[in-house]
T-cell receptor, first 119, second 110 residues
Framework: DGGITQSPKYLFRKEGQNVTLSCEQN?????MYWYRQDPGQGLRLIYY???????QKGDIAEGYSVSREKKESFPLTVTSAQKNPTAFYLC??????????????????FGDGTRLSIL | DAKTTQPNSMESNEEEPVHLPCNHS???????IHWYRQLPSQGPEYVIH???SNVNNRMASLAIAEDRKSSTLILHRATLRDAAVYYC???????????FGKGTKLTVNP
């Protein structure tokens, strides 16, 4: 079955440490996204990528970095510069403009999330 | 980003229809209306979306007002598995970005 897989499900970070969250999809989607969710809040966009080797900052990109070397993969690194990293991180994917998708007309498919905590 | 307004919470009884409202008075002509729902500790799940006409799928129906300033998600027969936070989101025609508000927490009573 096609889907989007995030790992690990739980992750702990020490002070001054960088950690990388994995996101893989086999839906043949061009566009991928990373969101952050704090308790009782909606999701906020961190980074997104519409095509391989290209990505854009979202609303809260500071302290995070991404890469998009393969269509299927969009890892997120939470760097030591992110002073409040404790949150639920969600990855999503969709058909994008590269496949002729109409902007705004593409549902996003989400993974089950990674919960990051500070030790 | 275009803004939506939803009630913080709603309650329904099992097997009854549920109408979840959303106001989006600043919607522009190219904004799509999307609905997602989220269960605790899970990623959001796509429910339905539309532009101008009412839409139906296996999960729900979406009724869009003629002036597009409001919409209603309709669950025809609520089940306990429909208890979730429901998000109404506008996606601008020039963007793939989802901008989430706090959504409506739906409680379904047995």
């Amino acid at each position: 079955d096609g889907g989007i897989t995030q790992s690990p499900k739980y992750l702990f970070r020490k002070e001054g440490q960088n950690v990388t969250l994995s996101c893989e999809q086999n839906l043949n989607h061009d566009a991928m996204y990373w969101y952050r969710q704090d308790p009782g809040q909606g999701l906020r966009l961190i980074y997104y990528s519409q095509i391989v080797n290209d990505f854009q900052k979202g609303d809260i990109a500071e302290g995070y970095s991404v890469s998009r070397e393969k269509k299927e993969s969009f890892p997120l690194t939470v760097t030591s510069a992110q002073k409040n990293p404790t949150a639920f991180y969600l990855c999503a994917s969709s058909f994008g403009r590269a496949t002729g998708g109409v902007r705004g007309n593409q549902p996003q498919h989400f993974g089950d999330g990674t919960r990051l905590s500070i030790l | 980003d275009a803004k939506t307004t939803q009630p913080n919470s709603m309650e329904s009884n099992e097997e009854e229809p549920v109408h979840l409202p959303c106001n989006h008075s600043t919607i522009s002509g190219t904004d799509y209306i999307h609905w997602y729902r989220q269960l605790p500790s899970q990623g959001p799940e796509y429910v339905i979306h539309g532009l101008t006409s009412n839409v139906n799928n296996r999960m729900a129906s979406l009724a869009i007002a003629e002036d597009r300033k409001s919409s209603t998600l309709i669950l025809h027969r609520a089940t306990l598995r429909d208890a979730a936070v429901y998000y109404c989101i506008l996606i601008q025609g020039g963007s793939e970005k989802l901008v989430f508000g706090k959504g409506t927490k739906l409680t379904v009573n047995p």
